[in-house]
């Protein structure tokens, strides 16, 4: 079967970030094919949201969609018209007072939302309220907004994700 993971970067952030490139070798272990977009000079979360909905992923039976922060927005609103088999989201950009988007509607089950305690960025309390309302699995970490000192752990929570997927 032919898998991919999508991954999404953040507003201030670029594809080959250390986070993405920890999360790329590990779920290339589980027999998926890695795409990183290229978000860098594009500041508008909905432009972002356009750009991935143009990639063609009909060459793929399983698509999983990775974002942080912004990329995490981008990634939730995308997975509404790509057909998602999971949702990894690390500090999602939600109920931000420059976005256009408050409500999402995504149906991907396979969800999993990461938030450090120490945001400062996008308050921890966004991610409870989307998880709540989605009733969507949510991990607090000790950590801030980047994730760079908790990569082990970041990879661990991943691993977890990716082997309940399955």
């Not at 999404?8 to 970030?17: E, F, L, R």
Request: proline share 5%; hydrophobic share 40%; with cysteine.
């Amino acid at each position: 079967m032919s898998k991919i993971a999508v991954f999404n970067h953040g507003k201030d952030s670029n594809p080959k970030s250390p986070k993405i490139q920890a999360l790329s070798k590990i779920v290339s272990t589980y027999g998926y094919d890695t795409k990183s977009v290229d978000y860098t000079g594009q500041m508008d979360p909905d432009e972002r949201v356009k750009q991935l909905l143009a990639l063609d992923l009909s060459a793929y039976q399983q698509v999983l969609l990775v974002g942080s922060s912004m990329g995490a927005y981008v990634a939730t609103v995308a997975s509404e018209q790509i057909k998602t088999h999971g949702l990894f989201l690390m500090a999602p950009a939600f109920y931000l007072p420059d976005y256009d988007r408050m409500e999402f509607n995504s149906p991907v089950i396979n969800t999993m939302v990461i938030h450090g305690w120490n945001d400062e960025i996008v308050p921890p309390e966004n991610s409870w309220r989307f998880c709540q309302q989605h009733k969507i699995r949510l991990k607090m970490i000790e950590a801030d907004h980047v994730f760079n000192s908790v990569l082990p752990e970041l990879e661990k929570e991943f691993r977890f994700f990716l082997d309940g997927l399955d």
